[in-house]
């Protein structure tokens, strides 16, 4: 069926509502669940060779305003100090540049993230086993809060996949990567897929997985159902040109075989800070969006060299970066035959 330079992959049986729902641009998909209305065509591509979209820093939405989280320690030992002695006129400034999402995990998920960069700390001085993400400074949410939150929504969305990237993490010893890996097994259960499986949409649909967790420690091969660390490229840079350029660099040596991320996300240094001292991490990051999403419009997802597969971004529901990313994947659909509609229980 052509659809204005469009092929779509349509099953002769295939009702009146599904040939419509086939022949809707991807950017128009509904975001909550893009996954599960996704042409045929897809469904038995690795999730690899996908675009899919993810939120850096997932879970700063939540960091903790009050006295009672000091400034994480990979600060410098000069910002840890004025903190301490200068909170009130230096958490205000931190807090502005530490944060990089505004919107809850939830309302990550229902527009359309599916990779979230989970980084894990436990705070300095707590007595308990409470973990906390961190970004400047450490959050109010607990680990396991937010795990929770991700399986009750996951409850609702049966035919979503998320991949959960734990890593960075600051001040766990053993028992405590034992602790989080059982409760990351224990609220995910039998979603969780293992690293061998074959990962394709129709596969996870057809046994019941959900959750592909990518976990940054060695105790990683311990365990079936946990995945090494998923690469991410990180440019380190504060303007858009020079990210876009060191991108263009790294895929003239070729992607990973397997998953990785993209982070479109910039980095302010000290000398851009102090030269906007009015300005916030979000003020950076929305005035360079149009640039970035000119560059991502202009990339391929699959197997070949230069393809692309998770691209994360910052404030990820602020603007078109989630839809751009998703529609990446209308390289995918085009005309193969009737489809096999069947995809599992």
């Known amino acids: 069926m052509d659809t204005g330079g469009e092929i779509i992959c349509i099953h ?20 909550d669940s893009w996954m599960d209305h996704l042409p045929c065509a897809l469904w038995d591509v690795p999730l690899r060779n996908l675009a899919i979209p993810g939120s850096h820093n997932a879970i700063t939405y939540c960091l903790d305003k009050s006295d009672r989280s000091p400034v994480d320690l990979t600060q410098p030992d000069l910002l840890q100090k004025l903190d301490k ?35 894990i700390a436990h705070r300095p001085n707590d007595t308990s086993t ?23 929504w996951l409850d609702i969305h049966s035919r979503e996949v998320v991949l959960l990237s734990f890593s960075h993490f600051l001040d ?52 079936s159902d946990l995945w090494p660390h998923i690469p991410y490229w990180w440019a380190n840079k504060c303007k858009a040109e020079a990210l876009i350029q060191e991108f263009e660099h790294r895929k003239q040596h070729g992607r990973p075989g397997g998953f990785f991320v993209t982070g479109i996300n910039l980095t302010e240094d000290l000398q851009y800070i102090c030269s906007h001292p009015t300005e916030s991490l979000k ?20 197997s070949d060299s230069r393809s692309l597969n998770i691209i994360a971004g910052d404030f990820v529901s602020e603007s078109h970066f989630v839809p751009t990313v998703i529609a990446l994947n209308q390289h995918f659909v085009h005309y193969t035959g009737p489809c096999d509609v069947s995809r599992g229980n």
């Not at 990051?285 to 997802?301: D, E, I, K």
Request: charged share 15%.
């Open 130 to 152: 409470d973990l906390y993400f961190y970004h400047g400074v450490y959050t109010t949410l607990t680990v396991e809060t937010v795990l929770q939150e991700i399986r009750s």
């Open 172 to 223: 766990l010893n053993q028992d405590l990567h034992t602790g989080l890996i059982s409760t990351i097994r224990t609220i995910f259960t039998a979603r969780l897929c293992p690293a061998t499986e074959v990962v394709t949409l129709r596969n996870l649909w057809s046994l019941g997985y959900q959750v592909i967790v990518s976990y940054e420690h060695s105790m990683v091969s311990l365990y």
């Open 12 to 31: 002769p049986q295939m009702s009146s509502e599904a040939v419509s729902e086939a022949q809707v641009s991807l950017k128009e998909l509904p975001m």
């Open 85 to 119: 002695y200068m909170k009130p006129l230096i958490r205000p400034f931190v807090y502005k540049w530490a944060v990089t999402q505004e919107a809850t995990v939830k309302e990550q998920l229902d527009c359309g993230v599916r990779y979230l960069d989970l980084r």
């Open 283 to 302: 003020d950076l990051v929305m005035s360079t969006y149009p640039a970035l999403l000119s560059w991502v419009r202009g990339q391929s997802p699959g």
